[in-house]
Every structure is written in structure tokens, then in C-alpha cells.
């Protein structure tokens, strides 16, 4: 009787693992709780590899700076789910070149210090880090993970027959399995909840488009460069997320600004002062 209710079990889970695999329908087999232990693997595994993944070890105060007047204030918006559950936290890893900030299950957050530098204002950085922030509220990650793994991940874990998946996924996080590739939708979405945490702030709405404007303008987006290969690999469309982002702004009744702008909600002083001009 117990191997015909584990059996009945295995047929159930994988009969939903399939649906969600073939049909797309949402369902995220991960729980909240296990989103944090996920997102703390790879937090390890990184520390375990600083050549690929080297921690900021300059001016604490720029660190500093963001976390408590950037990220902090975004994270005070009532819209952003999980803060009962999810560590949200930042950190900067330090590679000049890399264009790319990037959220781990859990809501553990990083950001490169070569975004950092090609930034302009705390507006545009408030717009990256509160699409980032999104990725992890609305669990994109450990719901694309859901349907990559489907039957044979639930079936390891009902019958119990691999105790270290966690370790096992997290690893094939960070290498990229499951890791960085967002769907359009997923990037469609975490755009649309950046306008939506930024209108609770002191920051212009429409900061998430600042940096695609940017690379627009510096003849970046069609580049093959290694500055931008990764982030133009996981980050589609960049031009059309800059025409979707002004049409919230017009529907929402609210000024169409470009990353030029200066003035109220786009603070370029204070980002230059405070964290542009202490990067080397």
C-alpha cells in the first residue's frame, strides 16, 4: 500500500510537471522558502569563485550609498512582493567592462561596477535595480526552472532519491543553465513592475529605459562587444522596451523624459558625486 500512494504521488506530480513543462501555465513548483536556499547556493558558489566573479573591494561608502538611498528606498514600495520571505539584498562585483546587473532566486542582487560607470544618474540605476528586483519578486527564474526540470526533478524529490538537487540546480545556475536567459515576457514584465516600484519613489518612472537609450545613442545595441554580448544575450529587444516604457509614461499621464534629462527624479548630481566619481 505505501509503494501504491508513493506511485499514485509520482503519476499526480508528474502528470502537473508535464502540464507546466507543454503548456506554460505558470505554476512554480519551487516554494518561497526554497527560492532563498536556491539563491544562497549560488550566492556560495560565486564566493567560492571570486576569478569569475570578483567582489567589490573599493570605496565602501558607493556600496553603501546605494544599498541605504537607492535600493532601500525602492524596496519601502508597498507593490514589491516576498519581503517577508526574500533576503533582498545588493552587492557589486567588480568587472569594468561588463555592462550587467543581474538577481538570483531569493532576492539576492548584483550589479557590475562597469554599469555602474556607464550609468548617468540615480534615476537609471533606480530603473536597473528595480527590474532586477522584479526578476526576484515575481520568481521568473524558479519558474522557468520549473518547467526545465519538470518529471525528473520532481521525481528525484518525492522519492527522495537525490538530496543535493539544490546543489546539483544552483550549480547549473551558475553556469548558466536555468540562470540569466529571460524570456521576452519575463523582461517585459520586470520593466513594467520597475515603473510601477519607481512611482512610489523619488525617482522618475521611467528610468528602467535610461540605459537602453544610452546604448542606443552610443551605437551600442547591434554591437558584438564583450562589454555588452552578455547582457544584449539575456536582456532582448532593447529598443522596443524603450518604446513600451513611454507608452506607460503617456498612459500613466506622466512626462516623457529621455536619460539626458536632468531636474526632478533623475538626481545625475548626486550619482556623480557619490558613486560615478569614486569608481577607478
Given amino acids: ?150 518529471v525528473s526533478m520532481l521525481a528525484s524529490l518525492v522519492l527522495g532519491e537525490n538530496p543535493s538537487q539544490v546543489e546539483e540546480i544552483a550549480a547549473n545556475l551558475l553556469t548558466g543553465v536555468a540562470f540569466l536567459a529571460n524570456s521576452r515576457t519575463d523582461e517585459n514584465q520586470a520593466d513594467e513592475y520597475s515603473f510601477k516600484y519607481l512611482q512610489d519613489t523619488r525617482y522618475y518612472p521611467g528610468g528602467v529605459k535610461f540605459f537602453f537609450e544610452k546604448m542606443r545613442d552610443d551605437k551600442l545595441v547591434s554591437s558584438k562587444s564583450d562589454k555588452i554580448a552578455t547582457f544584449l544575450s539575456t536582456h532582448p529587444d532593447p529598443i522596443d522596451r524603450i518604446g513600451t516604457t513611454n507608452t506607460r509614461l503617456k498612459n500613466a499621464g506622466i512626462p516623457v523624459k529621455d536619460y539626458k534629462a536632468a531636474g526632478e527624479g533623475i538626481y545625475k548630481d548626486e550619482y556623480q558625486a557619490n558613486i560615478k566619481s569614486k569608481l577607478k
Avoid: W
Avoid at 544562497?40 to 553603501?64: H, L, T, W
Avoid at 546587473?101 to 533606480?126: I, N, Q, R, W
Fill in 1 to 150: 500500500m505505501k509503494h501504491l500512494r508513493v506511485y499514485m504521488l509520482f503519476i499526480t506530480v508528474s502528470v502537473i510537471a508535464f502540464t507546466v513543462y507543454s503548456c506554460g501555465t505558470g505554476i512554480n513548483l519551487f516554494s518561497k522558502s526554497e527560492d532563498v536556499k536556491l539563491g544562497k547556493e549560488v550566492v556560495d558558489q560565486m564566493a567560492a569563485n571570486p576569478k569569475d566573479y570578483p567582489p567589490f573591494k573599493g570605496d565602501p561608502s558607493i556600496r553603501q550609498y546605494i544599498d541605504q538611498r537607492i535600493f532601500q528606498h525602492i524596496l519601502a514600495s508597498s507593490k514589491i512582493s516576498g519581503k517577508d520571505v526574500y533576503q533582498y539584498k545588493i552587492e557589486i562585483l567588480d568587472k569594468p567592462d561588463e555592462l550587467n546587473a543581474f538577481a538570483l532566486p531569493g532576492g539576492y542582487l548584483y550589479v557590475y561596477t562597469g554599469l555602474l560607470k556607464y550609468l548617468d544618474s540615480e534615476a537609471a540605476l533606480a530603473g536597473v535595480l528595480g527590474h532586477e528586483i522584479a526578476h526576484a519578486a515575481l520568481r521568473h527564474a524558479t519558474n522557468r526552472m520549473t518547467a526545465y526540470y519538470g
